[in-house]
């Protein structure tokens, strides 16, 4: 399983995802500003995974802090809190990871146990929240899987992948999880523009599992689904509102209305730790613009007119209408979604698409 995010000795390594597919590095961060770059710039994307670094973040922050006194460690504590919070907006996973080890903290303090006592508790904290997440991953795909008929040919928006998540994946643990179960599946990848997660990051892990794997350009899915040549649509999620509006990697609005357009399902993947259901509706939902470079630039050549103004928001957000079942640890959620959703959130294990 591909190594995305690992505690290694006092620091947090990550694998660069800015240089995939063309180079294998790994970043080791040694503090937390250290970890809030890289999520800020990309080294490491994807809720799930930018959540279990916030987390490893703090942890590796607390553990490097001075402080011998309960009092001026919680102060910093709160800051290195503030300092990644303040990374990415949409993602919902970064906040509540930020807030499972507060948790954890306040467990800590009530309990009376010493600085060191709950540094020890921090990184066991993160190590959990990592942990948890390959298995919410696996299990993820299981349910999904039973949603995949043998012989799907499968589009995917983004990454959501083990690059995406701790290991495993959200929306491709979803097809390894149906080709665990001996089913034979084949790829569409959108290419994803502008960061390309689709092309160099999706097509890179499956083509490394020996999955079949078509990268397509994002204006290539619409004709595709013309043509038949796609039975489903499976995307990962960064929040889903209490109503089941998904915000996702920008461009999978479109590919929402494309599948409803031709009758095809569409299913989202995301933990139980992606919906959010404080944030009532996709209006609610904070949309991160990101910088035009992005747009103008591949890799290093500017292929855009220059005078022109840039927009380059990172998500969009797909009306519950859209979306044909919510896939989590938990099971497959359907609509109504403000009374299934609070099912998976509360841990309820079941499956009412059965």
Avoid at 209 to 216: E, R, V
Avoid at 280 to 306: C, K, L, M, Q, S
């Amino acid at each position: 399983m591909l190594p995305t995010i690992e505690w290694q000795d006092d620091a947090v390594v990550m694998i660069d995802q800015r240089k995939l597919p063309g180079a294998e590095i790994y970043v080791r961060a040694t503090t937390a500003k250290e970890v809030a770059r890289a999520i800020q710039t990309m080294v490491i994307r994807g809720a799930p995974a930018i959540g279990v670094a916030a987390a490893y973040g703090i942890a590796l922050g607390m553990r490097k802090s001075q402080a011998s006194g309960t009092t001026k460690f919680a102060a910093e504590f709160q800051k290195v809190c503030d300092l990644l919070r303040a990374t990415r907006p949409t993602a919902v996973n970064l906040f509540w990871a930020i807030e499972r080890m507060k948790r954890r903290f306040a467990a800590s303090a009530l309990a009376g146990e010493s600085v060191a006592e709950i540094k020890v508790r921090l990184v066991a904290e993160a190590q959990q929240i990592h942990d948890e997440d390959v298995a919410s991953c696996r299990a993820m795909g299981a349910h999904g899987a039973s949603l995949v008929p043998d012989g799907a040919r499968i589009l995917t928006h983004c990454n959501a992948g083990a690059l995406a998540t701790a290991g495993y994946g959200t929306a491709l643990g979803v097809i390894r999880g149906a080709i665990e179960q001996h089913k034979k599946v084949s790829v569409l990848a959108d290419e994803t523009r502008p960061f390309l997660q689709g092309a160099r990051l999706t097509a890179w892990e499956l083509t490394r599992d020996g999955i079949p794997t078509t990268i397509i350009t994002d204006s290539m899915a619409g004709w595709m689904m013309q043509k038949g040549e796609i039975d489903l649509v499976v995307v990962g999620a960064d929040r889903i509102a209490a109503n089941g509006d998904v915000a996702n990697k920008i461009g999978t609005y479109a590919v929402a209305v494309l599948a409803r357009e031709h009758g095809l399902p569409f299913y989202v993947a995301a933990p139980a730790s992606t919906i959010d259901l404080a944030t009532p509706d996709g209006a609610h939902i904070p949309i991160e613009e990101r910088n035009p470079r992005e747009v103008t630039h591949v890799g290093a050549t500017r292929v855009a007119a220059e005078g022109a103004s840039i927009r380059n928001p990172a998500f969009d957000v797909t009306p519950s209408r859209f979306v044909s079942a919510i896939i989590t640890e938990r099971g497959v959620f359907r609509a109504p979604y403000s009374e299934s959703l609070p099912l998976a959130v509360s841990g309820a294990t079941l499956n009412p698409s059965a």
